[in-house]
Nanobody, 121 residues
């Protein structure tokens, strides 16, 4: 019913920047919280940043001051601007969204397929 498609990952040198995008499509009435999570090899998936409909944002401490999350409600898209990237930011980044897909129905949680971010010289 709802698909999340990420783009923008890749290989970047330490100190570099990347911008991730995630577009939601399908049966959408409202999108509440949108966010980004990441999972490094051998580690659990962790929250990176979230943004609510009112644009209130939340970040994991390790990315504060370096990453910035934003959203375009008209395009059902969330972005993650990543600056001053470090090798420890290397992970698969997943988009997440809480979506109401039918009127008078509760929202559901959806995940994208993930995009690889590698920070290495």
């Amino acid at each position: 019913q709802v698909q999340l498609v990420e783009s923008g990952g890749g290989l970047v040198q330490p100190g570099g920047s990347l911008r991730l995008s995630c577009a939601a499509s399908g049966s959408i009435v409202s999108i509440y919280v949108m966010g980004w999570y990441r999972q490094a090899p051998g580690k659990q998936r962790e929250l990176v940043a979230t943004i609510r409909t009112d644009r209130y944002t939340n970040y994991v401490d390790s990315v504060k001051g370096r990453f910035s999350i934003s959203r375009d409600n008209a395009k059902n898209t969330v972005y993650l601007q990543m600056n001053s990237l470090k090798p420890e930011d290397t992970a698969v980044y997943y988009c997440n969204a809480e979506v109401q897909s039918k009127l008078f129905s509760p929202s559901d949680n959806y995940w994208g397929q993930g995009t690889q971010v590698t920070v290495s010289s």
